[in-house]
């Protein structure tokens, strides 16, 4: 039984990798394979700084998520024989303002709340750990366990894995689900899977500068006056600088955003101005009513809708139609445990407990 996979970027890439390897053949769609939001994207893992108030289920997701990360990294890199970037230094949380300092103590008391790994930490302890920060830092905390990967280098190594695995990629885009053959489908077209599965996924632009030195030695989500701005740096010398979060769909890149993200990223850390900028990029989020990803089978009711959206092309044996999208700010993270479950779906095995909250049915009767 061969499956689809209607989207190459990591949520696609990662289950068709994880279908391969469970021994099914798998066909990915995708008119230009790995070149969506998720080579835009920063690549922090990030269960604790994304924790969100009022977000209990989907921090329990990320944490999960977070935690399949190293045994997907070492199962990738072995499959594609290149490494993906996996760096589990930690994070910093830093307050430029006392208001600043006020929102990071909040968090960490969120974060301790809910059992998460967050250290406070003095102004001068943040700068022993990292001595590039500017000096008027207020303070801030450690996420010992919030780490980054590479997400371009994740994506041509399951490019690499799955070639290797025989799976067979079409360049085509798909406008309409009918138009795939194959009996079981997977869509994870990023914020495009809303109009192919009548599901409420819009886009969130989301622009990133990407700067190239040395110096920096951790993830750091800074608050800056109010505005919030991340830096990742790699081993390799790039430092990504994001990001900001747009109820837009397109992709343009303005000087205002430019100017924000490189401000408060030299307030935080002054030498940063001596840094080559290298690109500057928007890629689009796909979000959802809740922000929460959506994972699951498209009930066949919910389905002769959404696959007839073109022409009522309901067709007797109609395929069965798993979604993988919505992932928000958390593609990257999410990406090991959402090919997971939707293998598990796919073989007809339960997913893990944590994943079950998320299915389309939630706004089934909205
Ligand atoms: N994951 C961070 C962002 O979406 O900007």
Redesign the pocket.
């Given at each position: 039984m061969t499956v689809a996979v209607v989207g190459a970027g990591v949520i696609g890439l990662a289950t068709a990798f994880a279908l391969a390897e469970r021994g099914y053949p798998v066909t990915v769609y995708d008119p230009a394979p790995g070149s969506g939001a998720s080579t835009v994207?920063?690549g922090?893992l990030a269960p604790v700084g994304e924790a969100g108030f009022g977000e209990d289920a989907l921090t329990r997701l990320l944490v999960e998520g977070a935690r399949r990360w190293p045994a997907f990294a070492a199962r990738l890199s072995a499959a594609a024989g290149m490494d993906v970037g996996y760096r589990d230094s930690g994070s910093l949380l830093v307050a430029r303002t006392a208001d600043d300092l006020a929102e990071v103590r909040r968090l960490c008391a969120h974060h301790e709340s809910l059992g998460l790994a967050s250290v406070p930490l003095r102004a001068g302890e943040l700068r022993e750990r990292e001595p590039l920060l500017a000096p008027g830092m207020r303070g801030g905390a450690l996420l010992p366990e919030d780490h980054q990967v590479d997400p371009r280098r994740v994506v041509a190594a399951l490019l690499a894995a799955i070639q290797a695995a025989g799976v067979r990629v079409v360049r085509r885009a798909v406008a309409d689900l009918s138009t795939v053959e194959e009996p079981v489908q997977v869509l994870a077209a990023g914020w495009r899977s809303g109009p192919l599965a009548g599901l409420p996924v819009r886009p969130v632009k989301?622009q990133l500068l990407r700067l190239r030195g040395t110096g920096l030695r951790h993830v750091i989500r800074g608050y800056v006056d109010g505005r919030r701005v991340y830096l990742v740096p790699r081993a390799d010398g790039e430092v990504v600088v994001?990001?900001t979060s747009e109820e837009r769909g397109d992709t343009t890149v303005t000087a205002g955003a430019v100017r924000e993200l490189l401000c408060a990223a030299v307030e935080l850390v002054p030498e940063l101005a001596e840094y080559e900028l290298v690109e500057a990029r928007a890629g689009l989020?796909p979000g959802t009513p809740d922000n929460a990803p959506v994972i699951g089978e498209v009930a066949a009711g919910a389905a002769s809708g959404a696959l007839g959206s073109a022409g009522n092309r309901l067709r007797l044996g109609s395929p069965r139609v798993f979604v993988a999208t919505g992932h928000y700010?958390?593609g990257v993270l999410l990406a090991p445990l959402t090919a997971d479950a939707v293998a598990d779906l796919v073989s007809g095995r339960d997913p893990a407990q944590v994943v079950k909250p998320f299915g389309p049915e939630r706004w089934r009767d909205a």
């Open positions: 994207a920063a922090m989301g994001g990001a989020r700010r958390h």
